[in-house]
């Protein structure tokens, strides 16, 4: 491994000088960036992946959707689809996206759920077709910065922090850990619950070397497991994990405390379920009588729709909803959020 990055670090500092020119033109206004009178609230981060992104999200929503009209904006990684849609009834994880599509499913009726590769072409198609809109959510916009934000939310995982990484190829930094300090705060994700202060102090001052700016700390909170089958209450002691994310280690080491994990069928973020991954899980069940299946509440939106429903019928499948759940100054990191909200009013 280390070999391996030694021999891409010349490639790495090609994709430095390449984005750091990007970030110098749009620093200087040569290249136009977007700013809207609306708040938009930007969560992003520097690496490839993984980093609890939608879950911020949803924290988001959970904190406003009662004071404001709220519209989230997200690329829409591996739709089927181009172009900007505004989610509907009619649409589903494939048109729009998964994790769009997680938001419409659990918050649709109080949000509106948008999704764009342009995104400053975007906000105004937001706001010309909802016009009600106060504040947008920009789900992974770190990098686009033809919309330049209100706010800007910089997520860092802890088992694999900015600070420590390294640019493309060599490492998963899309841009230098400099970049950082375009953040209004930094929040470091999926941290162990029994996080010591002296450890949070150590990583704030890793952090503050290259960002002043506050630092706040997360874990991930599991809710209950649940059913896609309503006729099903608990899952067996045995199970088998299916996930398509883009870090699986946490879940994988919950349900290690908590079942015997038979089996992990693993697939790539955004994977697209087919038919043979299916048949290949009712294969497995065959001979594994015992074993009931968990997944994420990602991968659910892809794998409870019409297209499996006959399949799946009657299957031990079971998703498991996490949530953000702050260590301390939870309450400090929302009041940063609803003040910079009402200063745009």
């Not at 190829?169 to 375009?182: K, N, V």
């Not at 899952?235 to 879940?251: D, E, F, H, W, Y």
């Not at 955004?270 to 594994?288: L, M, P, R």
């Amino acid at each position: 491994m280390i070999l391996l990055r030694i021999l891409l670090f010349p490639f790495s500092w090609l994709y430095y000088l390449i984005t750091q020119i990007r970030n110098r033109l749009y620093d200087r206004g040569i290249k136009p960036s977007v700013k809207f009178e609306i708040p938009v609230i930007c969560v992003g981060n520097l690496t490839v992946g993984g980093t609890g992104k939608s879950p911020m999200i949803e924290h988001l929503i959970r904190l406003l959707q009662n004071k404001y009209k709220i519209a989230t904006l997200s690329r829409g990684y591996g739709r089927t689809t181009q172009g900007i849609r505004i989610a509907g009834p009619s649409e589903n994880a494939s048109t729009i996206g998964d994790e769009p599509f997680q938001f419409f499913t659990k918050f649709g009726r109080r949000v509106t759920v948008a999704v764009g590769e342009e995104r400053a072409l975007a906000i105004p198609t937001i706001l010309q077709e909802r016009s009600d809109t106060q504040v947008i959510l920009l789900d992974d916009g770190f990098q686009h910065r033809k919309v330049s934000p209100g706010f800007s939310i910089l997520l860092t995982d802890y088992h694999r922090p900015f600070y420590t990484d390294f640019l493309l190829p060599s490492g998963r930094l899309r841009e230098s850990r400099w970049s950082a300090g375009r953040a209004d705060v930094i929040v470091v994700t999926k941290c162990p619950i029994n996080l010591s202060e002296d450890k949070m102090i150590e990583i704030e001052r890793s952090i503050r070397h290259y960002a002043e700016k506050p630092v706040f700390f997360t874990n991930i909170r599991y809710g209950n497991v649940t059913a896609f089958d309503n006729s099903l209450a608990l899952p067996s002691k045995q199970i088998v994990l299916i996930t398509g994310i883009a870090n699986s280690k946490p879940l994988e080491t919950h349900a290690r405390e908590n079942y015997t994990v038979i089996k992990h069928f693993s697939f790539n973020d955004h994977h697209a379920y087919q038919e043979s991954d299916i048949k290949t899980f009712i294969e497995f069940k065959k001979s594994h009588p015992q074993v009931s299946f968990l997944t994420t509440e990602k991968d659910k939106v892809k794998l409870d729709t019409p297209q499996f429903q006959k399949m799946l019928s009657g299957f031990p499948l079971f998703f498991l909803p996490i949530e953000v759940d702050f260590i301390k100054a939870g309450k400090d990191f929302d009041e940063i959020v609803l003040n910079v909200i009402q200063r745009a009013q």
